[in-house]
T-cell receptor, first 117, second 107 residues
């Protein structure tokens, strides 16, 4: 299957700092990438859709100024958590969309565990 | 967005088939049915997807009801590595995850 990577896999930061997470599609070009957040024992929550060369679209309730998304190329999207606070601690997962069989199949990265102290 | 309903958990014995149900009574004609699974602390893994006809691949089979209001993911011989949370998702544009079914496989 298609491969999507994330970096870093784990990050610990102090409250008030910003953290950047990278998402790369390694073997295909992805015009659309998605960012999710998952709290312990909960399901994935879609945060935003990242479109190459245009602004990201955010789901209701997600602060666009806090979660900055940049999709500068067809293989890379970044999520920056600005002024992180302990409540932002979560598992962040990206996915890249690849068209096939009449629909877009999403391939997910391995996730990034963010801990804000 | 059309929603899906899945049992919270299911249990299976190793080497036996597993049928994971999903109800999606408000599905629209353009929604594809996707199944993913997630192991702890990992990203979801694609399993299978379909629109109207039943589908088979090396991982599983997907049986779709004629009215498309329900579907069943079939693992033909469960192994311990199949223990995961299985998500049934209706895909028109974006993916919205429900709570999924946690599958426990007993040796």
């Amino acid at each position: 299957g298609a491969v999507v990577s994330q970096h870093p896999s784990r990050v610990i930061c102090k409250s008030g700092t910003s953290v950047k997470i990278e998402c790369r599609s390694l073997d295909f070009q992805a015009t659309t990438m998605f960012w999710y957040r998952q709290f312990p024992k909960q399901s994935l929550m879609l945060m935003a859709t990242s479109n190459e060369g245009s602004k990201a679209t955010y789901e209701q309730g997600v602060e666009k100024d806090k979660f900055l998304i940049n999709h500068a190329s067809l293989t890379l999207s970044t999520l920056t958590v600005t002024s992180a606070h302990p409540e932002d601690s979560s598992f962040y997962i990206c996915s890249a969309s690849r068209r096939g069989g009449g629909t877009d199949t999403q391939y997910f990265g391995p996730g990034t565990r963010l801990t804000v102290l | 967005d059309a929603k899906t309903t899945q049992p919270n958990s299911m249990e299976s014995n190793e080497e036996e088939p597993v049928h994971l149900p999903c109800n999606h009574s408000t599905i629209s004609g353009t929604d594809y049915i996707h199944w993913y699974r997630q192991l702890p602390s990992q990203g979801p893994e694609y399993v299978i997807h379909g629109l109207t006809s039943n589908v088979n691949n090396r991982m599983a089979s997907l049986a779709i009801a004629e009215d498309r209001k329900s579907s069943t993911l079939i693992l033909h011989r469960a192994t311990l590595r199949d223990a995961a949370v299985y998500y049934c998702i209706l895909r028109d544009n974006k993916f919205y995850f429900g709570s999924g079914t946690k599958l426990n496989v007993k040796p």
